[in-house]
Nanobody
């Protein structure tokens, strides 16, 4: 099938920056939408940013102007550049990808990574 592996989380001071990466691997035939979600303790998971195969992007209002999503289709990787981080950005960040994989025929997938912790604190 298709596996997603995130990296780049960690502890950063308010105002700092982090860059998250999510690499997809496996029997990938196509990757359509890719996105980053986050879930803070006691809160529901929310969409942070998404990007289509054509490069169209969407952002949560809370991160507009601070976060930038991008993708490298040749590497099957999506990135999230996070600048001007705030304590309220603290959460587990997970990537999501949907498309089709090949296993004798084409099948749809909609998979998640394992998540990476981002903590913004002084």
């Amino acid at each position: 099938q298709v596996q997603l592996v995130e990296s780049g989380g960690g502890l950063v001071q308010p105002g700092g920056s982090l860059r998250l990466s999510c690499a997809a691997s496996g029997r990938i035939f196509s990757i359509n939408g890719m996105g980053w979600y986050r879930q803070a303790p006691g809160k529901e998971r929310e969409l942070v940013a998404s990007i289509t195969s054509g490069g169209s992007t969407k952002y949560a209002d809370s991160v507009k102007g601070r976060f930038t999503i991008s993708r490298d289709n040749a590497k099957n990787t999506v990135y999230l550049q996070m600048n001007s981080l705030k304590p309220e950005d603290t959460a587990v960040y997970s990537c999501n990808a949907e498309g089709k994989y090949y296993s004798g025929a084409l099948y749809p997938y909609n998979n998640w990574g394992q998540g990476t912790q981002v903590t913004v604190s002084s």
